[in-house]
């Protein structure tokens, strides 16, 4: 079977490590274009080119996916099959009926649900208790394709979106092996998904890390653990920003008041909630490194009563 791969981040390299390495052959591989990354703006090639060139696959960088000219390329390609793996842009129709047989997407949830741009971080923040992986047939729409493999994960309480990203996408990558399998085999079926069961996972920004002390100890040692390592939940002390890298929960006294230091010790900062208590016990200051808490308090000697507060203090600057 010839596939031509579309994919971008790290989550999806493993998977064409895993087609690389199989009985199948990669005629190619699509990317995004190299983009400046970092303080420094360097131009850095997106991590699935780079484990392309190492192997030797050929590689495509259109800027639009879409473009009459690039569908053109693909059908010259003549491949039985595209997979694609958060490639980071939108199939048309156009490009979906290129091959000979569909486009395969695999997707970080258990669809229906999470569908959307960040479904790991979702299913750590709202508390869910497993997630998993889903191989579809790509359609127009987004993440609504029929389902044609799934895979659950247990998510442990350990787990924050970086170490649930890995899982996923080495399970996944199994996955889609799997089922490229199950289709030369002939054995593959599809089962439409439910509209009335899905969820949808929007794309995160900063703002979404603001910790509302009023919440429960558990939903704001969820936030952190769903936003870890990006965009990170935060909070401030005396104007000063501080993310929350670690954090877990304590039972709590009827006068805690949320958001309030109510114990520090050299293992963490006890914070009052909505219910039972946060505690910090590893942070990060404005400009400054990641920390445990006894490092953050002999910089910063908090006190019962002290407040971690969900706004800065300063006048809007708007």
Not at 57 to 77: C, H, T
Request: hydrophobic fraction near 40%; proline fraction near 8%.
């Amino acid at each position: 079977m010839k596939i031509v791969f579309m994919g971008t981040p790290d989550f999806a390299v493993p998977t064409l490590d895993a087609l690389s390495r199989s009985e199948f052959q990669v005629a190619c591989v699509v990317t995004q274009p190299d983009r400046p990354k970092g303080r420094g703006q360097a131009v850095r090639f997106p991590p699935v080119k780079q484990f392309a060139l190492e192997r030797g696959i050929p590689v495509l960088q259109p800027e639009k996916v879409n473009a009459p000219d690039f569908i053109e390329v693909l059908r010259g390609l003549a491949p039985d099959l595209v997979v694609v793996v958060a490639f980071g842009q939108i199939l048309n129709p156009r490009v979906l009926a290129v091959p000979r047989h569909f486009c395969l997407n695999l997707h970080a949830s258990l669809l229906p649900k999470y569908r959307g741009a960040a479904p790991i971080n979702r299913a750590i923040v709202n508390g869910e208790r497993e997630t998993g992986a889903t191989t579809m047939k790509m359609d127009a729409a987004m993440d609504t394709g029929d389902i044609l493999l799934t895979q659950v994960v247990p998510i442990k309480d350990s787990d924050n979106a970086q170490t649930l990203h890995d899982t996923l996408s080495a399970a996944g990558a199994d996955l889609v092996l799997e089922t490229v399998r199950r289709l030369e085999r002939g054995t593959l079926a599809s089962t439409p998904q439910d509209p009335a069961q899905a969820t949808y996972a929007a794309k995160l920004k900063k703002e979404d890390g603001l910790i509302c002390w009023e919440k429960s100890a558990r939903q704001i040692r969820d936030l952190v653990r769903g936003l870890e390592p990006w965009p990170g939940a935060y909070a401030f002390y005396k104007s000063l920003r501080i993310r929350i890298c670690e954090a877990e929960t304590a039972p709590g006294d009827p006068g805690d008041e949320p958001g309030s230091v109510v114990r520090v010790s050299d293992y963490g900062i006890e914070v009052g909630t909505g219910q039972g208590r946060a505690v910090i016990t590893r942070l990060q200051p404005e400009s400054k490194k990641p920390m445990p808490a006894k490092s953050f308090l002999q910089g910063h000697p908090l006190r019962k009563g002290d407040r971690f507060e969900s706004h800065s203090g300063q006048p809007s600057t708007k």
